[in-house]
């Protein structure tokens, strides 16, 4: 008589409102992400480089050292893996993406002979037909991407310069904000403070500290106006409430190694097209302790 197996309960998995918040970021990171030329392989690597880091500053042991057991079971990897992420430092390496269609178009427009000159400057190409042309030079370098597609994305990219017939490659500098992410770094405070706030279980809710009002505009000259008032208006909180908490003393100074913090930050944006969702009415600054 054969044993019945034990009935195995369905595995854990994340709620479909979570998923669809994660996808939503992910979404609107992808957005900014991707006209700097970030791929989903490069942002794979990253993200894994990046878990394994977290994992790790979880798993310490009392030494100080790494336990890559505990690392891979929270991770998914296997130990040689979690071995070769952790000894590979990412932020101290070159950016490289490989490449896309669009930029082996521009490298071959750059370097091969046929759509170049003597001098390794790109030609003047004709869009389709008598060669050198641009369709000639997408089907050789761009796959099965047409060359309509690629010659969208470098008009969006403003990479080239277009008339009825001929089209030409800007020069080298019009393309340096490809692979610049330096964009981030002003507002890389904010992000993280506000998955601080989200991620904190000790709070009953989390929403409390983060505080939202949106204003209605229909006009740019409503727009000019309400722009320049929450940002004088936004300066003068800020600056009176670390006035008065210098002044009247409530605060010891601050000594290395303090235990807390309390951020305040005020992020003022700007929507003509999206509908940004409702949160309470009250005003948009963020702490955190």
């Known amino acids: 008589?054969?044993?019945?197996?034990?009935?195995?309960?369905p595995p854990l998995a994340p709620s479909r409102r979570g998923t669809s918040n994660l996808q939503e970021l992910l979404r609107e990171l992808a957005f900014v992400l991707l006209p700097r030329g970030m791929t989903p392989k490069t942002f794979g690597e990253l993200s894994r480089s990046a878990f394994v880091q977290a994992a790790a500053d979880r798993s310490r042991l009392r030494?100080?050292?790494?336990?890559?057991?505990r690392v891979a079971a929270q991770t998914g990897l296997t130990r040689a893996d979690v071995k070769r992420l952790l000894n590979r430092d990412m932020s101290?390496?070159?950016?490289?993406?490989?490449e896309t269609p669009v930029e082996k178009v521009i490298n071959g427009w750059r370097c091969d002979p046929q759509f170049s000159n003597g001098r390794g400057s790109p030609r003047l190409l004709t869009i389709a037909g008598k060669r050198p042309s641009f369709s000639a030079l997408a089907r050789?370098?761009?796959?099965?991407?047409?060359?309509?597609?690629?010659?969208?994305?470098?008009?969006?990219?403003?990479?080239?310069?277009?008339?009825?017939?001929h089209v030409q490659l800007r020069a080298q500098a019009q393309l340096r904000i490809r692979h610049s992410f330096g964009f981030l770094s002003p507002v890389m405070p904010v992000l993280i403070d506000g998955l601080r706030i989200a991620s904190e279980n000790l709070r009953p809710d989390p929403s409390t500290s983060i505080q939202r009002l949106l204003i209605p505009i229909n006009t740019d000259v409503d727009l000019a106006f309400v722009r320049e008032r929450c940002r004088s208006t936004a300066k003068a909180m800020l600056d009176g409430l670390a006035y008065s908490l210098d002044v009247q003393g409530k605060l010891k100074k601050r000594k290395r190694g303090a235990s807390y913090s309390y951020a305040v930050t005020i992020l003022l944006t700007e929507s003509r097209t999206k509908k940004v969702p409702q949160l309470p009415p009250n005003s948009g600054a963020k702490g955190r302790k």
């Not at 008589?1 to 309960?9: C, E, F, L």
């Open 92 to 98: 101290a390496e070159p950016f490289v993406s490989p």
């Open 1 to 9: 008589m054969s044993q019945r197996r034990a009935k195995q309960p």
């Open 63 to 69: 030494n100080g050292r790494i336990n890559h057991s």
């Open 140 to 165: 050789k370098y761009a796959g099965d991407v047409p060359h309509r597609a690629v010659l969208d994305e470098l008009r969006r990219m403003k990479a080239v310069l277009t008339s009825v017939e």
